[in-house]
């Protein structure tokens, strides 16, 4: 169990896991603070308030604020009420399968989907434009295709129940064997 002492240190491991997790958001675009809070709350045995976490991480209230508003918005967190405290706790999404969906969907509402409308309306309109050559007409509508065919597997692939993911990601490249895809080329 986490246990946030008096002055509020982590275990080693712990700390070395919240350092890391806020590295590899600033890898993924995003901040460091978020990341550091959201990998806080994930192995947090207890919901924790703002000032908790402020503390702990030695950040300033103010960017826990912000940052806590960024983890609600992405559906990574959420609030917990406390019998008897008026502050806000918050608990991060536990199960890991279910936080990584909610990442890769985060991810594609911001990501996949703009760019899939954006490429629609630039091929679009590269049909209709003279000017464009037909190589450039065809590197954005391969790009177009590509895509769209992402989105339509990340489509798929969250209807699919974790277990069965979890099966995919054992078979791992041997999944290709069992294609029907004729010789490599």
């Not at 990584?100 to 989907?113: C, F, N, Q, T, Y």
Request: proline share 5%; hydrophobic share 45%; charged share 30%.
């Amino acid at each position: 169990m986490i246990e946030i002492t008096n002055n509020n240190d982590l275990p080693p491991p712990l700390d070395r896991f919240v350092l890391y997790w806020g590295d590899m958001g600033s890898v993924w675009g995003i901040s460091r603070s978020v990341s550091q809070i959201h990998a806080l709350l994930y192995v947090s045995e207890r919901p924790l308030t703002a000032e908790d976490i402020a503390a702990t991480l030695r950040l300033a209230r103010s960017n826990v604020s912000t940052s806590l508003k960024e983890l609600l918005a992405w559906d990574l967190i959420h609030r917990v009420p406390m019998k008897g405290d008026r502050r806000d706790h918050f608990e991060a999404v536990a199960d890991v399968w279910e936080l990584v969906r909610r990442i890769i969907a985060g991810r594609k509402e911001r990501e996949l989907d703009p760019a899939v409308a954006a490429l629609r309306r630039c091929v679009a309109e590269a049909r209709e434009d003279d000017d464009v050559g037909p190589t450039a007409r065809a590197r954005l509508e391969a790009m177009l295709d590509f895509t769209t065919r992402l989105d339509r597997w990340y489509e798929q692939m969250h209807a699919v129940p974790p277990t069965k993911l979890a099966a995919i990601l054992r078979l791992g490249a041997r999944i290709v064997d069992l294609l029907p895809l004729g010789k490599a080329k």
